[in-house]
């Protein structure tokens, strides 16, 4: 399995601050991917990459942003936090068939 | 965005009974996939099925793509306690490049 990481496990923050999620992946994998997890909403993609020069918006990327700073890092921004950005954070890397997941970062913005 | 219709949203079950789970789409997918969350990780896929009418087994699991490619079934045999978490379907098309949608997610209890 790819060993996906993801930094910080948990963060609170107060609105209007700018967060940065970061995420890294040992397997060598091209694509890798930001979901956010709402209570009953399952996963919602915010972006994705198929290498360091490809980023492509998902369903969800208003108040985001990316960085493909290498192969295996992809980070995640929020330039000013709010409070409906409160969620658990997933990122994930893939093969062409599969994609796995880091263990989440829990987001709360007061 | 789409996402996917799972039910039931939640169960109780208890341990050693059989499970049952659905996911329906409004259209089609190339590919069906089975995830289970375990509390505080991220996701594990569970099961994949690229082929419609297609049925997979991975120990006591087995799913179904169904032959309408709009929708899949994931069932549980003998429950254990270790089978608590949240079950995902995801679905995937060919040519978009791996992005998957996923379903609302189906709650998992199991009671001794």
């Known amino acids: 399995d790819a060993d996906v990481t993801q930094t910080p496990r948990n963060r609170i923050t107060k609105t209007g601050k700018r967060i940065m999620l970061e995420c890294s992946q040992t397997?060598?994998?091209?694509?890798m991917y930001w979901y956010r997890q709402d209570p009953g909403l399952g996963l919602r993609l915010i972006y994705y990459s198929f290498d360091v020069k490809d980023i492509n918006k998902g369903e969800i990327s208003d108040g985001y942003s990316v960085s493909r700073q290498a192969q295996a890092k992809f980070s995640l921004s929020l330039e000013s936090a709010i409070p409906n950005q409160t969620a658990l954070y997933f990122c994930a890397a893939s093969n062409a068939d599969t994609q796995y997941f880091g263990p989440g970062t829990r987001l709360t913005v007061l | 965005g789409q996402q996917l219709n799972q039910s039931p949203q939640s169960m109780f079950i208890q341990e050693g009974e059989d499970v049952s789970m659905n996911c329906t789409s409004s259209?089609?997918?190339?590919?069906w996939l089975w995830y289970k969350q375990d509390p505080g990780e991220g996701p594990v896929l569970l099961i994949a099925l690229y082929k419609a009418g297609e049925l997979t087994s991975n120990g006591r699991l087995t799913a179904q793509f169904g032959i309408t490619r709009k929708d899949s079934f994931l069932n549980i045999s003998a429950s254990i306690p270790s089978d608590v978490g949240i079950y995902f379907c995801a679905g995937q098309l060919s040519g978009t490049a791996s992005k998957l949608t996923f379903g609302t997610g189906t709650r998992l209890q199991v009671t001794l």
């Open positions: 259209s089609i997918f190339n590919t």
């Open positions: 397997k060598g994998h091209d694509r």
